[in-house]
């Protein structure tokens, strides 16, 4: 989903007040119960089942088809690494043992508004969270150290790469997985950062519709802040208007 295809609306600032007062608790709930999905799906997320041997583990078995997977996610970490992270091409077997803990972090983006488009507001969506193992360089840190706010650390962002890139290939390689989320009403999507040099990343989204104001009404608000940041917004009648994949799948099954 590109930020393009958002929705715009205009709003009146009492409007805005509600909406962002609503946004944030139904965020709040949705992140919260996305954290326990990931908890109870943990175990089938063990990279090891992808990996084998490929990865230090108490376990360090073969496992059938590992071979295939880590070729692949040195072929994807090779295109990827150099630019703009500037880390080493070859990656070194075994590598570095993974937890199967996920994090779920809210997928932000920037966007450019005036004539002259130079400075970036980053807008945080509320409804769409990036997927990665767990780890001390999780997805708004890596932004950061690429960014320049902070102080690059090239092992740290190695192994965030990594990991980004193995929970990918597992989703691709594991398509129940892929289905559960669908299941529990997440759609599951690859996105490539551009931000991060075409980095993919697995995308779940909540199905649940959001909606930005207009480019005038968002440079206000951040001025009055003083911080070039935004959240999408949940329109009041979004929450009925969900679809249920189940219902029209039972529906379709009958007529």
Not at 56 to 80: C, H, T, W
Not at 99 to 106: F, L, W
Not at 202 to 209: D, F, H, M, Q
């Amino acid at each position: 989903m590109s930020e393009s295809s958002i929705l715009r609306k205009d709003l009146d600032n009492e409007q805005f007040i509600q909406l962002r007062k609503n946004t944030e608790k139904i965020a709040d709930l949705l992140h919260k119960r996305l954290k326990n999905h990931l908890s109870i799906l943990k175990p089938l997320f063990n990279p090891v089942k992808l990996l084998g041997a490929y990865i230090k583990s108490a376990n360090m078995d073969d496992v059938p088809g590992s071979d295939k997977a880590f070729a692949r996610l040195q072929e994807k970490y090779a295109a990827i690494c150099e630019t703009p992270f500037g880390l080493p091409r070859k990656l070194s077997s075994p590598l570095t043992s993974m937890t199967s803990q996920i994090d779920a972090t809210p997928y932000k983006y920037p966007i450019y508004m005036g004539e002259t488009k130079d400075k970036a507001t980053t807008v945080s969506a509320p409804t769409r969270w990036v997927l990665s193992y767990q780890s001390d360089c999780p997805y708004d840190r890596m932004r950061e150290m690429i960014k320049g706010t902070v102080s690059r650390q090239p092992e740290e962002l190695k192994t965030s790469l990594i990991k980004h890139l193995t929970m990918v290939l597992l989703l691709e390689k594991f398509k129940e997985l892929a289905q559960l989320f669908q299941d529990l009403r997440y759609e599951v999507e690859i996105e490539k950062m551009q931000e991060l040099g075409g980095l993919p990343v697995v995308l779940l989204k909540a199905p649940i519709e959001t909606f930005l104001p207009s480019d005038e009404f968002i440079q206000n608000v951040t001025q009055l802040s003083g911080i070039p940041a935004f959240q999408e917004i949940i329109d009041f009648d979004a929450p009925e208007n969900m679809p249920d994949p189940l219902k029209e799948s039972l529906q379709q099954a009958i007529t």
